[in-house]
């Protein structure tokens, strides 16, 4: 996305599939949905507030297609860059996949990034996400794979399908919280890396915003994440209360990694996941 304010923007918790990895799992009780006319105006907020990309998310965005279409437009009017998530289950067919994207492009999305893992295709057909990827190229519109995965053995063949197909896609690690919680670790060792990280905010359908949008409302007991609800505040406070946040900033700037080594734990004890 472009430099400037950025978000992870939550129409949504309604999805169609239950992946056994989902990080949004268990954040909200039940499907909610963001009010649309409240959505707009919010919208609208962002752009007076240099909110220069917004990446709709959450559960299935494009469950509500209408909705998100309109929004999308919002955005080219207001030029704030948009990305929809999506999981591909509505490109069963090229032909399909050609509509929905011929669609998408006419309203103005700046890219779509496809969900893509070995707990995604036990709902959806790998071949949905070829179709979206070759859609997206016949209509120039940009677009990347992310592929999440423990980068364990048991996804060799998925990677291998994505690359078969010359596809764009990044590896993303599997985030352990939601349904994921539960799993058993991989330990992936690497070379000593900073682990920083942008955290782009997330709002959800309920209005509460929060500092990372992976993260969103996990530790529950701290509310570390969590800034504020745009029911009590304006979307600039918001962004600014996260703006000021010393940890926060650390996070983006300095990495977990040197954050733990001036802390003063050993090199040897701060392992890479």
């Not at 954040?27 to 006319?37: E, N, V």
Request: glycine share 4%.
């Amino acid at each position: 996305m472009n430099p400037g304010r950025q978000i992870a923007f939550g129409y949504s918790t309604q999805c169609n599939i239950r992946c056994g990895h989902c990080v949004a799992a268990d954040a909200s009780p039940g499907a909610i949905k963001m009010d649309f006319d409240r959505a707009k105006d919010i919208i609208q907020e962002m752009a007076r507030c240099h909110v220069t990309g917004i990446s709709f998310t959450a559960g299935e965005p494009l469950l509500f297609f209408d909705d998100i279409c309109k929004l999308i437009q919002l955005c080219r009017e207001n030029e704030i860059y948009s990305r929809i998530v999506t999981n591909g289950y509505w490109a069963k067919t090229r032909e399909q996949a050609d509509r929905v994207v011929s669609e998408l492009m006419s309203n103005g999305l700046s890219q779509l990034r496809l969900s893509y893992s070995r707990w995604h295709q036990q709902h959806i057909n790998r071949e949905n996400i070829l179709h979206a990827a070759l859609s997206c190229q016949k209509h120039d519109l940009d677009y990347f794979i992310s592929f999440v995965t423990d980068f364990s053995k048991k996804d060799d063949s998925f990677e291998q399908f994505l690359r078969d197909h010359h596809l764009k896609f990044f590896p993303e690690p599997v985030i352990y919280f939601g349904r994921a919680g539960e799993f058993d670790r991989q330990r992936v060792f690497t070379d000593y890396r900073l682990n920083i990280c942008s955290m782009n905010p997330y709002l959800s359908p309920e209005l509460d915003m929060f500092a990372c949008c992976d993260a969103a409302n996990r530790f529950s007991k701290t509310h570390f994440f969590y800034i504020g609800n745009l029911r009590n505040d304006s979307v600039d406070a918001l962004f600014r209360k996260r703006e000021a946040h010393v940890l926060y900033h650390l996070i983006r700037t300095m990495g977990l990694t040197n954050m733990a080594s001036y802390l003063g734990f050993k090199s040897r004890e701060i392992v890479h996941r």
